[in-house]
């Protein structure tokens, strides 16, 4: 396995004639390539009609590309059944809401409980481990592609059975059912679990708990199926590390559930050029996918050199930003970047997305990114095996994201990642890296949690934040916070519930603000901020009121309340305070004071990331800005991708990048050591 960073992507040879095999694996190798992802919608190629297998092909595709020692990537077809599948099952379509059936003509058009579906496509998984399993070209195994990524929810009835069962092993009786979804409300009390449905489509608001439930249960459906693949992957070539691509924040699956079922976890990102914050959600994209499973690798596995053609109107990337927003991605940890796909189509519905090798084919300026890039990565091994290390812990968890956008909530307009983007973003801007946890992971190794609107919360999840804050620790914990419990049922009392021991008020009721509407708050100081979006209406109780609302109906109610607990504290944001708000507050934690680095004219800031090993700290420096930007240095050090020594400071040209290594003062602490690089775990 190398020991380098995996470059490559998504590797299509049955669009194309054999003899065009040949120039993409010479061109592959010109550009450093290193990894190719095989198979991914291959289906109907090696199966063309129930059990009539053809592996001729890919068993040569892979020769050639092992002959010239580019490792693939080998993925199961599942994702896109063949025509003569959904023909002859038709059940293997899924329904909508509606009860509408998916026809065939695109992909991801199964139905992930279908026991045609689950049987075909064990069929197939288990014949290409027979037939080309023991390869010696094959570096990783890929189960599917994306799950949930286009028909996230299926209303069918083979769902509501396996619906019906889970409910079952999770509450034992009908009662207990009852009692979780509170049915006592509008006359939905159940006599018998066959009474269950998925929440189809209904008159008006659906029952909160119903909705909660089926969003646990379709991420363990589609879960389930990705574990029958792992199983005959794994008895095949259990050495192989095993993934599945990840869309960072996707709502429809817990991918902290998921991704303790994976080697190497790897994900797919592609930030829109034309949003002003892309850059920084890209970032918090990556901080994410790091933290989903702290034990394991992870690795780009899609993004795009240039355009997509998906979105309404798409923007290319601007000449260097490929090669810096890859840089982004390894600067925060990742052991790879990939990209969809190597060779850009002649047919079929993405022709017009970019490509490694577009249709201009070597002339295109792209090329010269992607062989520079290529290059560069095959002398990545001083910082390959390097690690992030985050101090700061956002807390998220996805049953929250599910209950948080309820359609009965008092505001629809509560979006999850925007509230997790108003406390990330300045932190971004000020080179603090985060990570994110989920409520019931130890975060002892944390001194500040930021907790954007946790309102579903546990009491164990609860417990285990509150005590981190006992023992030192500092929270940051935002409105609409500690609300429900997991059945979406609320704490009663002020709000808060079990996380009240970190609010030093007492939170009696909640205003949402009209869209657009803000107030103004004054701190203790007789500064003045402004504050939008929602009100939480409080009463003063035990902790230091820092700022109160001063404007409108609500002026004098505590907006910013500080509480000492055991040896911690927590800040408590009773509002969506604006940029100088927040700059206040973070500030004040050393933990997020980070290394503000001024934003350019074009707003964009020069991002910093550390990755460490035990003899050497990494300072990445990306430019996003399209100017030259002059940065300060941690030290003096050695940019090892110009092969220059530097003072304590440089000039990195527009979207320009730099390594500079410091040698580390400290001795490694005790258990502190490389992480395994280029996958090479599993
Ligand atoms: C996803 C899919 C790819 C391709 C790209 C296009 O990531 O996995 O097959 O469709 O989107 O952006």
Excluded at 121 to 138: C, K, P
Excluded at 293 to 318: D, G
Excluded at 400 to 420: F, G, K, T, V, Y
Excluded at 516 to 533: L, M, P, Q, S
Aim: proline share 7%; net charge negative.
């Amino acid at each position: 396995m190398t020991s380098s960073i995996f470059y490559g992507g998504d590797y299509n040879p049955e669009q194309w004639e054999p003899a065009v095999w040949r120039e993409d694996i010479w061109l592959m190798r010109e550009a450093g390539v290193n990894l190719v992802t095989v198979g991914v919608f291959s289906w109907a190629h090696l199966e063309p009609t129930e059990s009539n297998f053809d592996f001729g092909w890919l068993r040569q595709v892979l020769d050639l590309l092992g002959e010239a020692g580019i490792g693939v990537d080998l993925a199961t077809p599942t994702a896109a059944p063949p025509p003569w599948l959904t023909t002859r099952y038709p059940d293997a379509l899924p329904v909508d809401q509606r009860g509408a059936r998916y026809s065939h003509g695109s992909r991801q058009h199964f139905c992930v409980c279908s026991p045609s579906y689950r049987r075909l496509a064990s069929a197939i998984v288990q014949r290409l481990a027979d037939e080309v399993g023991d390869h010696q070209a094959i570096r990783m195994w890929h189960a599917h592609n994306e799950y949930a990524c286009h028909v996230p929810y299926c209303y069918c009835d083979h769902h509501a059975v396996q619906f019906r069962s889970w409910l079952q092993r999770r509450y034992g009786t009908v009662d207990a059912l009852n009692n979780a979804w509170g049915t006592s409300f509008w006359s939905q009390r159940f006599s018998d679990f066959g009474e269950v449905t998925p929440p189809r489509m209904t008159p008006t608001l659906p029952n909160p708990g119903q909705l909660l439930d089926y969003h646990r249960f379709s991420s363990d459906a589609f879960l389930e199926e990705f574990q029958q693949e792992k199983e005959v992957l794994k008895r095949a070539r259990p050495d192989v590390p095993l993934t599945t691509n990840f869309m960072g924040f996707h709502k429809a699956l817990d991918y902290f559930a998921w991704a303790r079922e994976m080697d190497l976890v790897s994900t797919d990102n592609y930030p829109d050029p034309a949003d002003p914050d892309s850059t920084a959600l890209s970032a918090m994209h990556y901080d994410l996918v790091r933290s989903l499973n702290k034990s394991a690798p992870w690795i780009v596995m899609e993004q795009t050199t240039s355009r997509v053609n998906w979105r309404e109107h798409n923007l290319p990337k601007a000449p260097g930003q490929m090669r810096a927003l890859s840089y982004q991605a390894l600067a925060r940890g990742a052991t790879g970047v990939l990209f969809f796909q190597w060779r850009a189509s002649r047919a079929g519905a993405e022709k017009f997305h970019s490509a490694l090798l577009s249709h201009a084919g070597t002339a295109s300026p792209i090329w010269d990114e992607v062989v520079t890039l290529g290059k560069e990565l095959t002398a990545a091994e001083p910082w390959a095996g390097s690690r992030v290390r985050a101090s700061t812990a956002m807390i998220f968890s996805w049953p929250n994201w599910w209950a948080i956008e309820s359609p009965s909530s008092p505001a629809h307009d509560l979006r999850m990642l925007d509230q997790l983007a108003w406390m990330y973003l300045p932190l971004y801007h000020r080179s603090a890296t985060v990570d994110f946890a989920h409520p019931a992971e130890p975060l002892g190794s944390y001194d500040a949690l930021l907790i954007p609107s946790l309102y579903l919360v546990t009491e164990e999840e609860a417990a285990n934040i509150v005590s981190r804050v006992e023992t030192g620790g500092t929270a940051i914990l935002s409105y609409w916070s500690g609300i429900v419990d997991q059945h979406d049922q609320v704490y009663l009392g002020p709000y808060g519930g079990p996380l009240r021991p970190l609010i030093g008020c007492d939170v009696l009721d909640v205003a949402p603000l009209a869209a657009g509407d803000t107030v103004e708050v004054e701190w203790a100081d007789g500064t003045r901020t402004t504050a939008g979006f929602w009100l939480d209406l409080t009463a003063e109780r035990d902790g230091e009121v820092l700022a109160r609302i001063a404007s409108g109906p609500w002026a004098g109610s505590p907006a910013v309340v500080l509480t000492r607990y055991g040896t911690g504290s927590a800040y408590y944001l009773g509002t969506r305070l604006d940029g100088e708000g927040m700059r206040r507050i973070y500030d004040a934690v050393p933990a997020l004071r980070g290394a503000v680095s001024p934003a350019g004219p074009d707003g964009e800031s020069v991002e910093r990331v550390v990755r460490s090993s035990p003899r050497h700290d990494f300072e990445f420096l990306i430019n996003h800005a399209d100017s030259d930007r002059k940065v300060t240095l941690a030290g003096p050090g050695y940019d090892v991708l110009s092969g220059q020594r530097t003072d304590g400071a440089m000039t990195l040209g527009r979207r320009g990048v730099a390594i500079v290594r410091h040698e580390r003062s400290a001795r490694p602490a005790a258990g502190e050591r490389d992480a395994p690089a280029g996958g090479s775990q599993g």
